[in-house]
């Protein structure tokens, strides 16, 4: 490691800290205790239960000349107001310090990052990981363990810098997964934007064509709920994740369009074929994906389940299951975790079995999905 990657974390600040500024600064307290971390958020309670818990060193009152003392600044805050804050510090922020965000969208930060000046100092940053609860009070030093860390440089980032940033993602326990910002916005409106808007609809397409008595509302359990569940997720969040990513979500949404009128014209002609053919390409493309990352979609026989990773870890969960009579189908690393799943997925043969180990581990105070 260089001279540079080892000095330069000492000040770190964030800019907005909920879920996930709570999270990583609470993974940074943890594995380097040393660093100074100052913290800047509209939601003052928040900063006080962060300083009282020893995660905050300084609370910011306002957007000053302080963040000249930091060497990496986080923003934290939703997509269209990080975009806010990052002209909002340039004034603050010296030219050997890191920019980073933390949104799922990068197109539109970067080019504003360039519009300032300040794309040889901003790397666009998206953990892909979550939760069902918002707020710093549900941030948690082990969310991001183990999760695809996305970091998107700019084609003036410096090696230096860039190692630099990687090198916190892996010390957080986090994997970092280096690519262009144009292509990952093309890749989570197609595998996360795209469904969540798809899952949207299809709950919105049983509700304004059910029956008086609502038996479609009844009867939609299993693959249903499976495949709709992420329709729960907060409005306020999907708006502005869709408005900020409209291009790369419209001409994906154009080819299921387009891929959907032609499994319409295979219907109406019932060509039995064209639906063989269909599930066959699907479920062969499907079964190569790797079991240990988790994606939109989860089986219903499966949990998820906070755990640290060191030796013996998974080990031990296994031994109370195994002492239990439960057997495991598919153990895993979730390494997508933006939907709130733990570090490790668990599958099992029947629901009777989920319920059981979910019920057990908790008993043993794991933190259960």
């Known amino acids: 490691m260089s001279e540079w990657r080892s000095m330069h974390y000492n000040n770190i600040a964030f800019i907005g800290f909920g879920l996930i500024g709570g999270s990583i600064a609470r993974a940074i307290r943890k594995y380097k205790p040393e660093s100074k971390i100052y913290a800047y958020a509209n939601n003052t309670s928040q900063l006080l239960k962060g300083k009282s818990d020893g995660v905050i060193d300084i609370i910011l009152k306002e957007i000053d000349d302080s963040l000249t003392e930091c060497d990496i600044i986080f923003l934290c805050a939703p997509v269209e107001f990080n ?30 990052a360039k519009e300032l000046d300040l794309d040889d100092i901003f790397i666009g940053g998206h953990p892909m990981a979550g939760s069902e609860k918002t707020g710093y009070e549900a941030s948690d030093a082990l969310l991001l363990e183990n999760a695809y860390y996305m970091i998107t440089p700019s084609s003036k980032t410096c090696n230096n810098k860039l190692e630099a940033l990687k090198s916190i993602i ?19 409106a197609t595998v996360s934007h795209l469904p969540h ?23 939609a359990a299993g693959c249903f709920k499976d495949i709709t569940r992420i329709a729960s997720a907060s409005p ?56 240990n990352s988790r994606g939109v ?12 990773d060191k030796p013996g870890a998974i080990s031990v969960i296994s031994a109370i299951l195994a002492a239990n009579s439960i057997s495991i189908k598919n153990i895993g690393i979730n390494h997508n975790r933006e939907k709130g799943e733990g570090a490790l997925n668990i599958s099992f043969y029947d629901a ?3 319920e059981m180990a979910s019920k057990l581990l908790k008993e043993y105070n794991y933190r259960v999905i």
């Open 83 to 112: 975009e806010k804050y990052l002209a909002k510090i340039k004034s603050f922020i010296r030219k050997d310090s890191i920019i980073t965000d933390v949104g799922s969208t990068k197109s539109s930060i970067h080019s504003l």
């Open 170 to 188: 892996e010390m957080i326990k986090s994997i970092p997964f280096i690519i262009d910002y144009q292509k990952h916005d093309k890749v989570v």
């Open 197 to 219: 808007i798809l899952a949207a609809t299809l709950v919105n397409l049983v509700k304004d064509n059910d029956y008086e008595d609502e038996v479609m509302k009844r009867v």
């Open 236 to 291: 306020i969040m999907w708006e502005q994740i869709c408005i900020v990513n409209a291009e790369p979500i419209d001409a994906m949404l154009l080819k299921y369009i387009d891929m959907l009128k032609e499994v319409h014209s295979q219907l109406t002609s019932r060509s039995g074929i064209y639906i063989n053919n269909m599930f066959e390409k699907s479920g062969e493309y499907r079964n190569s994906f790797d079991s």
């Open 297 to 308: 979609l989860i089986s219903k026989h499966d949990i998820s389940v906070h755990i640290q």
């Open 352 to 354: 009777d079995s989920c």
